[in-house]
């Protein structure tokens, strides 16, 4: 039998060592849709469920040691930022991704974690902007991410969320997804802006404290899917249904002792690999 070679899909962010967020989320949700996963770990943290409790810089050399090790070996189809931490990673991580130039790049701006800790240095915020953001074929801001970036208020209706999304167009990326998980109401909705239309996306709500992890799931189901050769619409439909599945196979788990996970692994059970 001839040999193939699987979509390959690239995340660059920080490790969650109680494995609910970070690159093992991003992992496990690329090996849920068939993608094989590599990563580049940005930082290390000390976290669980209950918050994090410390973070560990990675020097912007080993980022880049890490990420030529991988880039020179294998063929990436598609690839994600996660946790950047500081200004200088930043700066490592846009020049990195200069040198794989046509692989499309979803930007995460993870400022927040689920717990409330804060997981983006101030000045990373100017870097993300002019550096990061105009390298991105789609950007993935919450609501308050999506604030900070605009140095505005939080977003809290639907009319508000588009007109952010269009705002978010000016620092240069590609597309953007708003996400609303952070709003109030019966449903989930999320706002993808392309640059020309708005698509709106709505779930019914899952009312569960297991929520650990949900954006860098989001994101990294996203790319599995452009690894996979699919349209963005498609790729953020298809993304969104499986964060909402797996929010509501997980709704009743006990994993810690405070904001838990979702389940990654409800596809495996279940034996649906057609996400």
Known sequence: MAPTAPPIALTIAGSDPSGGAGIQADLKTFSAFGVYGASVITALTAQNTTGVSGVLGIAPDFIAAQFRSVASDLSVSAAKTGMLGDAATV?????????????????????????????????????????????????????????????????????DMRRDAEKLMQFGCGAVLLKGGHASGAEAVDILFDGATHHVLRRPWVETRNTHGTGCTLSAAIVANLALGRRLEECVARA??????ALDAGQHRRIGAGNGPVDHHFALRTHRHDH
């Open 240 to 245: 969104k249904s499986f964060v909402w599945e």
């Open 91 to 159: 700066e490592i991580v846009t020049r990195l991704l200069s040198e794989i130039p046509s692989v499309p790049v979803v930007v995460d701006p993870v400022m927040v974690a689920t717990s409330g800790d804060v997981l983006l240095a101030p000045d990373a915020i100017d870097a993300i902007q002019q550096l990061l953001i105009p390298r991105a074929f789609l950007i993935t801001p919450n609501i308050p991410e999506a604030a900070k970036l605009l140095g505005g208020s939080d977003a809290e209706t639907e009319a």
